[in-house]
């Protein structure tokens, strides 16, 4: 796993071979607002999120926003990580996944 800070309020969490069951590197990127919490994917599951899960618990005031960039299970299966957040996705991803008779969206 590599953590690296972009910016002043961006860290992209990189998971390597052997971090994951997929071959090659895949990332999620967390946006620190003012009020919020934004991330951008939420990989594969639960495990997965563990380390982004810690590193927003440490400042627990701030609500978390996911926007998911499409509806392919390594980009959506993490979303259940989560509780009591909004899960932003576009139209036709959400679609899919009602079709596949997946819920991709929770408040």
Request: charged share 25%.
């Amino acid at each position: 796993m590599k953590i690296q800070q972009i910016g002043s309020r961006g860290v992209l969490f990189t998971f390597q071979d052997g971090d994951s069951p997929m071959t090659g590197e895949t990332s999620v990127y967390l946006i620190e607002g003012r009020y919020r919490f934004y991330l951008c994917d939420t990989f594969l599951g639960n495990r997965s999120m563990s380390v982004v899960k810690n590193y927003i618990q440490e400042t627990p005031r701030k609500e978390l926003v996911i926007f998911n960039s499409h509806s392919d299970y390594d980009h959506i299966w993490g979303n259940g990580a989560f509780e009591r957040c909004e899960i932003v996705t576009h139209e036709f991803a959400r679609r899919r996944k009602e079709r596949d008779g997946i819920t991709i969206s929770k408040i």
